[in-house]
């Protein structure tokens, strides 16, 4: 029969950013085909119960690490996506502190090889916008990116953070594209500073990591590069926003009509300084956990708007890289992006927050903030079939040795969660059912850059840029 689908899925409660029903979704040719009544739904050739279920938009984690091509003992662009698909999550933003750094097209193209190969998800790649690869914007926009990625301090991959004469002239080339510009905004002048005075006085214990890096890192590296995109009219997204004192520079900037967005992860809402004496080594990540009244004013700028998304910063290492006693010797970061959505949903069914609420911050901001808004990020008719089915009422306990990671070490080792995503599907086929990779589906993960469309870009003070200036014979 013509009008036959793939998949209808029955018994389910839909949520959206602003309700949830029981309906009936009927999927063909990786589509949402129709949501409605059970009795209104086309024949199927395959149906799924998920009675007592929650169907939500599949999560879009903005900020992983999957070290492929270079680390494999941390990660691979297999075990990292196939984590994805265990946390309900269906698309992500791999970032490109590889080996190579990913700031040329060639390196670019080959990432690409391998991601399209491995990936049980769908994703896109960020390429590095540092002071040596301005003169590649456009080959690798053409290559094939979801926006570029620059560091304003130094973390793992040691990748050279650009004076703030290089970040300008960045933003000035980037602005033009349209594309996104994702910020790690710690201004890294400081804290390397701080960081030799404490190496030199001889502290070497977990919380000394802390210090380092108080807010202050932060938020001047906020304020900064809100001025700079505010100049350019170059878009921004402020990754993994840790404290409460940036959430003033992000708020102004925004009250000024500057295109900057903001994301905040797991370990900033829910760990805090008491967690380093347990977790020693496990917990440094950059930018550090922070003191706990940092928490609630993190929640409340996701309730109110001024943080959009909450994504993980997933840095998967080798336990024997966690582990080191000197904390300076420490890898930074530990694997998030199986565990977001049941460590968000824990916290909604304590109250904190509404399933709608969760489902804005994880899929629809995500998806409008980077341009594959409505194809993904949400469940409606004509739509990629990317859902999350979850169990809001199982309680569970987190163990690292179970996950999918190679990076079986975290500071979630040992925590209760009372959500679970139960099947997976990306595009409408099955990737994790019934708790069980779906190993056929491997390679079947495609580049999301293609499906992009950003709003116009808004260039700002172009007759200053350094190639007006530079172009120009006499004034
Ligand atoms: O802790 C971190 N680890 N922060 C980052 O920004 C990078 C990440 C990594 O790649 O390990
Ligand atoms: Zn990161």
Redesign the pocket.
């Known amino acids: 029969m013509s009008d036959t689908v793939d998949l209808v899925i029955n018994g389910g409660t839909i949520v959206s950013p602003d309700s949830r029903y029981s309906a009936s979704i009927a999927i063909k040719d990786g589509l949402i085909h129709a949501i409605g009544a059970p009795e209104a739904m086309p024949p199927a050739r395959q149906t799924l119960d998920a009675s007592g279920l929650y169907i939500l938009p599949g999560a879009i984690d903005v900020h992983v ?1 999957f070290r492929d091509p270079g680390y494999p003992q941390k990660e691979d662009f297999a075990s990292g996506t196939a984590a994805a698909a265990f946390g309900g999550v269906t698309t992500v933003f791999d ?1 490109p ?1 590889t080996l190579p750094t990913i700031d040329t097209p060639e390196a670019l193209a080959d990432k690409h090889t391998i991601a399209s190969s491995k990936a049980y998800v769908d994703y896109g790649l960020y390429a590095v916008l540092g002071e040596d690869s301005i003169e590649h914007v456009p080959g690798l926009i053409e290559g094939g990116i979801i926006g570029f990625k620059l560091y304003m301090g130094n ?3 040691r990748i050279p953070s650009p004076t703030t004469g290089a970040m300008l002239e960045a933003f000035e080339v980037v602005a033009p594209t349209g594309k996104r510009i994702s910020l ?1 905004a710690e201004t890294n002048s400081i804290m390397e500073r701080r960081e030799s005075r404490l190496r030199a006085s001889g502290r070497t214990e977990a919380i000394a990591h802390l210090d380092a890096r108080p807010a202050v890192v932060a938020v001047e590296a906020v304020a900064r590069a809100a001025i700079l995109a505010e100049w350019t009219g170059a878009r921004i997204h402020v990754l993994h926003i840790s404290s409460a004192a940036e959430l003033r520079p992000l708020a102004e900037a925004k009250a000024r009509g500057v295109d900057i967005t903001g994301e905040t992860c797991p370990h900033y809402l829910l760990l805090s300084e008491h967690d380093y004496e347990t977790f020693g080594g496990v917990i440094r ?2 930018p550090p956990v922070r003191e706990a009244t940092n928490r609630q004013p993190l929640w409340d700028a996701l309730m109110d708007g001024t943080v959009d998304v909450i994504a993980t ?1 997933h ?1 998967p ?1 080798a336990p024997e890289e966690k582990t080191r006693p000197d904390i300076w010797t420490v ?3 530990f694997p998030g992006v199986e565990t977001q959505m049941p460590l968000m949903l824990t916290e909604v069914n304590r109250g904190r927050a509404t399933l709608e609420d969760y489902v804005r911050w994880s899929a629809e901001n995500p998806a409008k903030i980077w341009g594959l808004y409505p194809r993904k990020g949400t469940l409606t008719v004509g739509s990629d079939a990317d859902i999350a089915i979850v169990d809001i009422n199982r309680e569970w306990t987190i163990d690292d040795a179970k996950i999918q990671s190679r990076s079986k070490i975290s500071p979630w080792q040992g925590r209760k969660a009372t959500a679970l995503p139960i099947h997976t599907l990306v595009r409408g086929r099955f990737v994790m059912k019934d708790r069980v990779l779906q190993e056929d589906a491997r390679g079947s993960g495609r580049s999301v850059h293609a499906i992009q469309q950003m709003p116009p870009a808004t260039p700002r003070n172009t007759d200053t840029t350094m190639a007006a200036i530079t172009s120009r014979s006499e004034r």
Request: net charge negative; hydrophobic share 25%; charged share 15%.
């Open positions: 690490h970032m502190n973390t793992f991959g790690h990540v950059n910063d840095a290492h890898d930074c970061g």
